[in-house]
């Protein structure tokens, strides 16, 4: 069994409730959305295969307790639930981002999903499973990646319908990096007295030139 991995590297965990961390990322190769601000499009195609036990062996590698499998869209391997259960069971603390357009129920419960819901400036709106807002765990958290006042609309409605139904599940907005800033977004998120934490990407501002590997 193998999975075709774009890149296996150790850095600060940029983005989540775990943002500022040490983590593990296992990124895999391919996706299913084409997102107009995708800033890993070289995960679309490039990588190489590595059975389930060279992808552990690699993670063990490194003194760190925390792991992130992430894309392109990790979903999309059929394998992708194997290698979360497999470290589950070595014991390290996993994350998973997926784009909010398939089934999260295949993942282990266990496993921490980071549901990444996309607003309409991405041009991926209409591939949104709001399914997956019944198969959450409490652990779970969803992101909005905004880039205009649209889209800060659309993720608005969307967290007042997760809180109407009684889903305390930790809500992110983002901006898009170098497109809305963060003063901005922050002012909206006050203006209407949101409880939703305002995410950066760490990992651009530490390393602002880098293009992949953090």
């Given at each position: 069994?193998?999975?075709?991995?774009?890149?296996?590297?150790?850095?600060?965990?940029?983005?989540?409730?775990?943002?500022?961390?040490?983590?593990?990322?296992?990124?895999?190769?391919?996706?299913?959305?084409?997102?107009t601000y995708c800033d890993t499009t070289y995960a679309y195609n490039d990588g190489h295969f590595m059975s389930l036990d060279h992808v552990l062996?690699?993670?063990?590698?490194?003194?760190?307790?925390?792991?992130?499998?992430?894309?392109?869209?990790?979903?999309?391997?059929?394998?992708?639930?194997?290698?979360?259960?497999?470290?589950?069971a070595a014991g390290y603390k996993v994350l998973i981002e997926t784009n909010g357009?398939?089934?999260?129920?295949?993942?282990?419960?266990?496993?921490?999903?980071?549901?990444?819901?996309?607003?309409?400036?991405?041009?991926?709106?209409?591939?949104?499973?709001?399914?997956?807002?019944?198969?959450?765990?409490?652990?779970?958290?969803?992101?909005?990646?905004?880039?205009?006042?649209?889209?800060?609309?659309?993720?608005?409605?969307?967290?007042?319908?997760?809180?109407?139904?009684?889903?305390?599940?930790?809500?992110?907005?983002?901006?898009?990096?170098?497109?809305?800033?963060?003063?901005?977004?922050?002012?909206?998120?006050?203006?209407?007295?949101?409880?939703?934490?305002?995410?950066?990407?760490?990992?651009?501002?530490?390393?602002?030139?880098?293009?992949?590997?953090?």
């Amino acid at each position: 069994m193998a999975l075709l991995v774009n890149e296996l590297f150790y850095s600060i965990q940029g983005e989540s409730s775990y943002a500022g961390f040490p983590c593990i990322f296992v990124r895999l190769t391919g996706c299913n959305l084409r997102c107009t601000y995708c800033d890993t499009t070289y995960a679309y195609n490039d990588g190489h295969f590595m059975s389930l036990d060279h992808v552990l062996k690699q993670v063990s590698a490194y003194s760190c307790s925390l792991v992130e499998i992430t894309g392109g869209e990790p979903l999309i391997q059929k394998e992708t639930p194997e290698l979360t259960q497999r470290l589950l069971a070595a014991g390290y603390k996993v994350l998973i981002e997926t784009n909010g357009s398939l089934d999260i129920s295949l993942i282990d419960a266990r496993c921490i999903k980071i549901v990444d819901f996309k607003c309409p400036s991405s041009g991926m709106e209409k591939k949104n499973d709001f399914g997956n807002l019944d198969r959450l765990s409490k652990h779970d958290e969803i992101k909005f990646i905004i880039g205009s006042e649209d889209d800060y609309r659309f993720a608005q409605s969307v967290y007042s319908t997760i809180r109407s139904r009684g889903l305390n599940n930790l809500v992110h907005f983002s901006p898009v990096f170098d497109k809305l800033s963060l003063r901005v977004l922050a002012e909206w998120i006050l203006s209407d007295h949101l409880e939703v934490r305002l995410a950066s990407q760490l990992h651009k501002i530490i390393w602002p030139s880098s293009t992949r590997g953090v």
